[in-house]
């Protein structure tokens, strides 16, 4: 989820990255010769191998600051859904679909990781402590499988965001771009199949949708807002988008901030992260 923040900085640091990886036609001939059906979310190692040819000694600014801050993050998620997967409480409340569901997402996550690693070499950071009850907010993460399941909802949910957050900024270079954009739909689809399993589950998550409604349409609280902070927006490029005729009237409030997902700064990202290290 955060390969978006890495070829940002990146491309700060080395604005002449179109000169240094192969030419655009080149680079994609080299990804799409992986093969056709290369899953999406095995990209980022595929693409370590350019970062290595690409910049080698290149500045522990890049190594240290913002690589292991995404190392950081990608271990987060990966261990979260490893525990999750550990715990007897989660999996026997858990239909056989759902568990093969959550192993799918943990591999993914687990090559992000893989794919992090593989660029840092041994300059990458040791995994850290996590607090997945994030200072007991949820202190039942890991024996409770709906509180698992809206967790799990939060760092999706973040990670979507937090990926057209960093988007604009490659819009020079369309080799990364693709390539980051593949990735961002490989969150989005985890985000919208998390929310899609919240809600056959019922009660507090019947009425969650595969996308965004509102500030905080999670049902755990004011716990999570900070993740859903700007999503109630209804305007877009000037316009607000609850003026414009839609289907028996104008377009609801609700389909308006449907619409759209906002995005997150990295400072908002880190601050929803905090609670939960240790």
């Known amino acids: 989820m955060n390969i978006?923040?890495?070829?940002?900085?990146?491309?700060?640091?080395?604005?002449?990255?179109?000169e240094r990886i192969n030419p655009r036609r080149s680079a994609i001939k080299n990804m799409s010769s992986l093969g056709s059906k290369i899953a999406?979310?095995?990209?980022?190692?595929?693409?370590?191998?350019?970062?290595?040819?690409?910049?080698?000694?290149?500045s522990t600014t890049v190594i240290n600051d913002v690589l292991n801050f995404a190392l950081t993050l990608e271990y987060l998620e990966a261990e979260f859904y490893t525990q999750g997967l550990l715990s007897s409480a989660i999996t026997s409340a858990a239909t056989p679909a759902a568990i093969g569901a959550l192993t799918t997402i943990r591999d993914h996550e687990n090559q992000h990781v893989a794919f992090l690693k593989s660029v840092l070499g041994a300059a990458a950071v040791a995994k850290p402590n996590f607090d997945f009850t994030a200072k007991n907010t949820f202190p039942t993460v890991f024996s409770n499988y709906d509180t698992?399941?809206?967790?799990?909802?939060?760092?999706?949910?973040?990670?979507?965001?937090?990926?057209?957050?960093?988007?604009?900024?490659?819009?020079?270079?369309k080799v990364v771009l693709t390539a980051a954009l593949n990735i961002h739909s490989v969150e989005a689809r985890h985000a919208a199949h998390i929310r899609?399993?919240?809600?056959?589950?019922?009660?507090?998550?019947?009425?969650?949708?595969?996308?965004?409604?509102?500030?905080?349409?999670?049902?755990?609280?004011?716990?999570?807002?900070?993740?859903?902070?700007?999503?109630?927006?209804?305007?877009?490029?000037?316009?607000?988008?609850?003026?414009?005729?839609g289907v028996g009237g104008n377009i609801s409030t609700n389909a308006a901030t449907e619409a759209f997902d906002e995005p997150l700064t990295k400072a908002q990202i880190?601050?929803?992260?905090t609670p939960f290290l240790a």
């Not at 509102?214 to 609850?242: C, P």
């Not at 880190?270 to 992260?273: A, D, N």
Request: charged share 20%.
């Open 196 to 245: 899609y399993m919240r809600r056959g589950r019922g009660g507090a998550a019947a009425a969650v949708k595969p996308w965004i409604t509102g500030a905080n349409d999670t049902g755990i609280g004011a716990a999570v807002d900070k993740s859903y902070a700007g999503e109630a927006n209804v305007t877009q490029a000037m316009v607000n988008i609850t003026t414009l005729p």
């Open 148 to 173: 698992f399941l809206a967790v799990a909802q939060v760092f999706e949910d973040t990670g979507v965001r937090a990926y057209k957050g960093q988007a604009p900024a490659l819009l020079g270079n």
């Open 4 to 18: 978006i923040n890495i070829l940002d900085e990146i491309e700060r640091v080395d604005p002449e990255i179109n």
């Open 40 to 58: 999406l979310a095995g990209i980022p190692l595929a693409l370590s191998s350019l970062f290595k040819k690409a910049y080698g000694q290149q």
């Open 270 to 273: 880190l601050e929803i992260v």
